[in-house]
């Protein structure tokens, strides 16, 4: 089995070095394609890349439109059957690869799969407990209209499998913040994931990236994409509404309480 991950980046060197540890450290029953899709950072990224010597690793820099148009130009170049991304300033955790082959190849008729991800901040300590405990509790009880009301997939910890994505189609490039859900979204209407209760990816939350600005725009946003799948559904737009004035109100306390 053949796994290709891609990594948009953009003056991420803080935290790229550790990623490419994690990425290149993983090993298993699979063969490793990793795609780099630099924006033309000038922070020193250019100069890590090409120290790597890795025939794994393919890489190129120069401008975009930005991150979705980078994972698509990587996605467009992979040859793997099980593709992902994985943010420059995120991880893998150890062995986290190999229990995804494993997994794909027990359910030859999943075209996705969920695991757990933890949330760590820009000293690679975990925080934000809570909120990993309930994305976990949420993912045990998958199902297509959970998903539909409320966003709980942890998006370094999702794989998915080459014919999904030419069912589904690449990223949509006009959103800025939930490309990804619409992707869960469409995945998930070819039918259930693979939950793995495993934690496989670590999201580094700090506040150059877009989570760590928590802007009210991504929940709209969010909203505005989910809108999208509700069909005659009447009740999950509600519940959506207030799902996100729940998860609003929460970061609101978690300011006051600097956590």
């Not at 297509?144 to 490039?173: H, K, S, T, Y």
């Not at 928590?214 to 559904?233: I, M, N, P």
Request: charged share 25%.
């Amino acid at each position: 089995m053949k796994l290709s991950v891609i990594t948009p980046s953009f003056n991420q060197c803080r935290y790229l070095r550790q990623t490419i540890a994690s990425v290149l450290s993983q090993s298993g029953p699979f063969e490793l394609e990793w795609i780099i899709i630099d924006g033309g950072s000038t922070d020193g990224t250019v100069g890590l890349l090409e120290g790597i010597n890795d025939s794994r690793v393919d890489w190129v820099s120069e401008p975009d439109r930005g991150q979705s148009h980078a994972i698509n130009k990587g996605l467009s170049r992979a040859t793997g059957g099980v593709l992902a991304w994985l943010n420059s300033d995120d991880l893998y955790t150890p062995g986290a690869l190999s229990l995804v082959a494993d997994a794909f190849t027990e359910h030859p008729d999943r075209d996705w799969l969920i695991g757990r991800c933890d949330i760590i901040d820009h000293e690679n300590q975990e925080v934000r407990r809570w909120v990993t405990g309930y994305k976990n509790q949420s993912l045990k009880r998958y199902s297509f209209r959970r998903l539909l009301r409320e966003n709980f997939v942890p998006q370094p910890a999702v794989f998915w499998r080459r014919g999904a994505m030419r069912a589904v189609g690449p990223l949509d490039e006009s959103l800025y913040f939930t490309m990804d859900y619409d992707l869960w979204l469409r995945l998930g209407r070819l039918g259930r994931p693979i939950i793995l209760d495993r934690v496989l990816a670590q999201f580094r939350l700090h506040p150059a990236s877009k989570t760590g600005q928590c802007d009210s725009e991504q929940f709209y946003e969010q909203f505005r994409v989910a809108g999208r799948y509700f069909g005659d559904d009447r009740l999950s737009p509600v519940i959506h509404r207030l799902n996100i004035a729940k998860t609003l109100a929460a970061y609101r306390v978690m300011r006051l309480m600097k956590m």
